[in-house]
T-cell receptor, first 110, second 115 residues
Framework: EDQVTQSPEALRLQEGESSSLNCSYTVSGLRGLFWYRQDPGKGPEFLFTLYSAGEEKEKERLKATLTKKESFLHITAPKPEDSATYLC???????????FGAGTRLTVKP | GAVVSQHPSRVICKSGTSVKIECRSLDFQATTMFWYRQFPKQSLMLMATSNEGSKATYEQGVEKDKFLINHASLTLSTLTVTSAHPEDSSFYICSGEAGGLNIQYFGAGTRLSVL
């Protein structure tokens, strides 16, 4: 069964303090690994899709990387508006659906 | 990105009543739509997958007679919580898959409170 584990569960940073979020996964044939941002009381907002090991994608202060076992979401010089829960999900070759991790709650203090 | 509209955003109902939640893809056709449930500080749990014009596929442990899903068109799916009870109180989120990309775009969610 596909599994996704995210760490840490919660992360508190000072504004400008760069860090990384981890997403470890096991899946029977990866079709895609997805990163979403979710604000309280809202639906997830799509950030990135990664399809193969070695792939990287960037968007503003965020950069996602992928290996055969895990993905990292790097946050460079974060701002308070980056505070949110970041969700990782995987889609295997045998499924049309996604399996989500529990998320990392990021708080960036000014 | 693609836009998914979910309505209502919040509903409060009495125990025993039924509640319908609508999910619309506004600028794309969603052959497949998904319904999730999320408890506080927990991740999304898939309830069911619906394909336009066919019966929904429910995850293990989800009662299909309690959570009725209709996907009558490529832009609209509905979830009806029948005879709601307080334990059904939760945050329900839908998503539509933009064809060919395997990316799911999510609605804003519906907060259901059953008294």
């Amino acid at each position: 069964e596909d599994q996704v584990t995210q760490s840490p569960e919660a992360l508190r940073l000072q504004e400008g303090e760069s860090s990384s979020l981890n997403c470890s996964y096991t899946v029977s044939g990866l079709r895609g690994l997805f990163w979403y941002r979710q604000d309280p009381g809202k639906g997830p907002e799509f950030l990135f899709t990664l399809y193969s090991a070695g792939e990287e994608k960037e968007k503003e202060r965020l950069k996602a990387t992928l290996t055969k076992k895990e993905s990292f979401l790097h946050i460079t010089a974060p701002k308070p508006e980056d505070s949110a829960t970041y969700l990782c999900a995987v889609q295997g070759r045998n499924n049309n659906d996604m399996r989500f991790g529990a998320g990392t709650r990021l708080t960036v203090k000014p | 990105g693609a836009v998914v509209s979910q309505h209502p955003s919040r509903v409060i109902c009495k125990s025993g009543t039924s509640v319908k939640i609508e999910c619309r893809s506004l600028d794309f056709q969603a052959t497949t739509m998904f319904w999730y449930r999320q408890f506080p500080k927990q991740s999304l749990m898939l309830m069911a997958t619906s394909n336009e014009g066919s019966k929904a596929t429910y995850e293990q442990g989800v009662e299909k007679d309690k959570f009725l899903i209709n996907h009558a068109s490529l832009t609209l799916s509905t979830l009806t919580v029948t005879s709601a009870h307080p334990e059904d109180s939760s945050f329900y989120i839908c998503s539509g898959e933009a064809g060919g990309l395997n990316i799911q775009y999510f609605g804003a969610g519906t907060r259901l409170s059953v008294l």
